[in-house]
């Protein structure tokens, strides 16, 4: 998130954005390397400056290795020390600069890097070779003696530089790298921990975009006023995709609803219903009698890169009247440092409202207490702690309040007991949770045909990385897995006749239609992980933007709670393994701890602010205010009428350990309903273990377990994406996987919506003819082989002959019902137009909509505020701005 103070990157992505579409980065490979294997392992950066269209150029150096005829090198030494092919090296490089204005930086990975410094020393002699460069970024740089040519250059370098160099380097010391800042003025550095590589995990990422920024902009610090909303706009702004500018306008209209009287759009909205981008406003932060306020209101000033909130921070800046002594540019800096905190906490999701309670508290809190928050680490075994914040009382008392939250959870689930919210369509994601070498990934990977993870190019199949050892997976392996249908909620079910019913992406053994949801799979959680013993809270916050969870179970026994192998006895038996019901427990028990860790830090503020401050609390896990409004209600209810507290929520100074282990068990029991996976119940000691853990369900938050072998499962998965184009036999089919998915789906089952042109034939708008042949989610012709094997069918538009998806089959087709929208309950007739008018199905303006629930069924006029349900499930939407279908 950008901030005034200038600290983060995404302000140097809006910045690009708004500038000329055409920027270059020229990227110089290491020794015994080429462009292209360099780029490639630098997708993560590549990606997030395409997306604001300035582009990674990274030519081949014009020699071949001595060694390897087909690596390239910019020079190579002779026995004397000189460098044969640097000149030609550097002509060749000059030729590329001059003959493209674009170019603003270079970023070199060792003697890549060694040639950026060759550069930018020519350009210190105003040589016009390189003219216009403004910084260079040095991977592993080193220091050695300069051509004749440039051994006059003794004066400092001004042009800004970035040196990055590994702790584990051994190839090129930190002491190499670091000998070679000296030549600059004013160098900035970054340290990984890995060794001789370009690193591209989030924090060096960050740092190469946030060096970027401070090189490319003259800004400097800026004052806190409204420099948002005067900015300059490109004249061709790069927009969001279709599900970005969704979850963007669903914010804004939520805050402009929330916050009516302070809320001011800065940016122009072209109607109703589209808005221009950037979108820009501002929100006044509303004051209260607590804590410390500078005399003069202050705003916030917020901005959406092109790619928040998925993967950017929103760009905030204060806006204020107040002087230097009223509000101090300390206290700027540590609001400011406040509010980056919350919007990072809430990453991938949107974060506004976060970013605002954050400001509040920041004041509330009184300001002259916040100097060092950051830093602080609060002991959760330290008992003088908790006892100072809240009552203590026994673990039986505690484990007593946990088991009510969950039957509370249990009784609202079953009977949709609050309401959806607001509603529109759902990236639907399921989360994977689970102890250390249980299966995981191996799940994962079965279910997503091994999607590509972490830049990983030189893999050939992809996937996330499995071994039999704690923490194979430390950052989250995310991407789209094939889930049957809920039960009931597709038109095809309860229709036998001879139609031919199409599918986006695909059919299972079964025949039902086969959803796009993305399964995220976090790293192995071991008892304490809420403490920060393994890998620690980063991975429980992973979670937050989880629709539902798969726990995946070792029913085998064969591992101990943190992971490690001990084996079975050869009879069935485990060898002091943990029992998975033990292992729900404990994981269970992070979960809670995990939340409840969380509010005990807050609590003296908690209880002085009453049931808002807890409302806002819980507001902050992703999920939407009326569901946390029901989970609190619901909890009052419990302690009314089982322990007769009236309006307890208004008395929470008189809250114990097991009353908040209460709530948490309840929210999470409804925030995170999940599924088992039962997996390596092909291993002889798992019989029992999963007899004892189906009889004792619903248990510990899981509402349903399905038996399965995620490695046998996989393997078939693996054979068929190798060999595509061939068909095997496989021994275990992914129908387990499948099932799994589905159960877990079905705890929180969306809405379908089947759009179509004409009501009679049910054919496919044409406007969805990209989403059925080109978006992201369809399965490639290695996972349609895997399909078929399994006797299951491919989507609709996967043309057999040439194995890629055609358009042209969409032509006098007589298929129907081949798409399908996934949406959230609650969604009306006007979500789905929406939906599809983001996705360029449909244009103009909403003018009426017919719909049926049946195939058979006569169409009735549907109005736009009608909800979405079973009974009016397939629609046809006509617009003002008529297109050839719609004109039949």
Known sequence: MTTTNGNSNNKALSNMTKASPSRKIL?????RQTGQLLLGRMDKLRKKLQRINVQLVAPDAPFLHANDDHLRQWWSRTDNGDCQGLQESMDYLRAM???????????GFSQGARMAHLVALKAAKKETAFDGLMYIIMVAGYDAPLPKELESCTDKLSVPS????????????????RAVMSAYQNPKQHVHEGGHHVPMRAVSVAAYLDFIKDSTTSNGDCKHTDNISTTNVSSTPVHPDEETAMAQQDEVEALSAIFPDEFKLLSKKLNDEVYQHPIRYRILLPESDEGMWPPHPISLLVEYPVDYPSLSLPIVSLQHENNVMEFSSGHVHQCLNAIQEAAKAEQGMPCVMSCIYAAREFFEDAIDLVDDIENKEVDMNDETFEMAKIKAVSQERIHECNMQGLEIARKLLEG??????KGGSWKYTIGLVGKPSAGKSTFFNAA?????????????LGGAT?????FTTIDPNVGYCLVPAPEGSCPEEDHSGNYDIGCTHGRDSRGRRLLPVVAKDVAGLVPGAYQGRGRGNKFLNDLTDADVLIHVVDASGIADTEGNVVGYDGEGEANSGSHPLNDLSWIRNELVEWVYANLLFKWENIKRRGRSKLFDMFSGYGQSQAVVSAVLLAVEKFMDTEESRDRALDHLEEWDQGDVHRLVSAFLGVRFPMALALNKSDVPSATANVRDVQEALPIHGAHIGVPLSARSEMEFVKRHLQSASESKEGSSPPVGVWQCLQSALMLRSPVLAFPVCDMST???LPGLIDYATLDASLPSAGMISCLRAAGGSAPSLFNDDIQI?????AKDSSVMLRDSLIMKPGSTIEDVFLTLKRMGALAGEFVRAEGVGRIGEKPKLVPKHELLTQNNRILKIMTNKRTQWQSK
């Open 97 to 107: 600069w001059q003959s493209d204005s674009s170019f603003q930086g270079i970023l």
């Open 448 to 460: 997503t045909g091994f999607a590509r993870q972490r830049n990983d190019t030189e893999n050939a």
């Open 762 to 764: 049910f054919s496919s």
């Open 162 to 177: 970035l040196h990055v160099w590994g702790q584990a380097d051994k190839l090129i010391t930190p002491e190499q790298s």
């Open 466 to 470: 499995m071994a039999p050892h704690p």
């Open 805 to 809: 998806y055609d358009a042209s089959l």
């Open 416 to 421: 949709n007991a609050f309401d959806p919210g």
């Open 27 to 31: 990227v110089l490979h290491g020794n």
